[in-house]
């Protein structure tokens, strides 16, 4: 049965199936274009649409069996983020994208997936 009230709370996030501790509050963006409007001395004349990149972010807590090489190292691969509310947001053709920086007093990961495509499945 689908809990049709719940929004929010546990996630799971998967670089091409490998389980990662994800950790706190996750973003996300589709890619879906952006439009902008276009404004006259006159009046609006319309609006143009540029494209947003797709994009996963978050924290991963660190473990002794993650190899970090191969984290940062990632790319052609397709990394899901599995939300509260039974929703999943698919990443494609993705690569790491992000700093590579380490804290070690909670052993946080900043994390930051870019790739060609963006979908949510229900």
Same mark, same amino acid.
């Given at each position: 049965?689908?809990?049709?009230?719940?929004?929010?709370?546990?996630?799971?996030?998967?670089?091409?199936?490998?389980?990662?501790?994800?950790?706190?509050?996750? *973003?996300?963006? &589709?890619?879906? @274009?952006?439009?902008?409007? #276009? !404004?006259?001395? /006159?009046?609006?004349?319309?609006?143009?649409?540029?494209?947003?990149?797709?994009?996963?972010?978050?924290?991963?807590?660190?473990?002794?069996?993650?190899?970090?090489?191969?984290?940062?190292?990632?790319?052609?691969? *397709?990394?899901? &983020?599995?939300? @509260?509310?039974?929703?999943? #947001? !698919?990443?494609? /053709?993705?690569?790491?994208?992000?700093?590579?920086?380490?804290?070690?007093?909670?052993?946080?990961?900043?994390?930051?997936?870019?790739?060609?495509?963006?979908?949510?499945?229900?």
């Amino acid at each position: 049965m689908v809990d049709s009230v719940r929004r929010g709370g546990q996630i799971f996030v998967k670089a091409n199936g490998a389980l990662y501790d994800a950790k706190g509050s996750f *973003t996300y963006n &589709l890619g879906i @274009a952006k439009r902008e409007a #276009i !404004v006259g001395a /006159d009046k609006v004349h319309g609006f143009k649409e540029m494209p947003q990149v797709p994009y996963i972010e978050g924290e991963f807590t660190d473990r002794t069996s993650l190899d970090l090489k191969t984290l940062l190292s990632l790319r052609d691969a *397709t990394v899901t &983020l599995e939300l @509260a509310n039974n929703k999943t #947001i !698919v990443l494609r /053709d993705a690569w790491f994208a992000g700093d590579g920086n380490v804290q070690t007093e909670e052993g946080n990961i900043a994390v930051r997936f870019e790739g060609l495509s963006g979908e949510e499945i229900q």
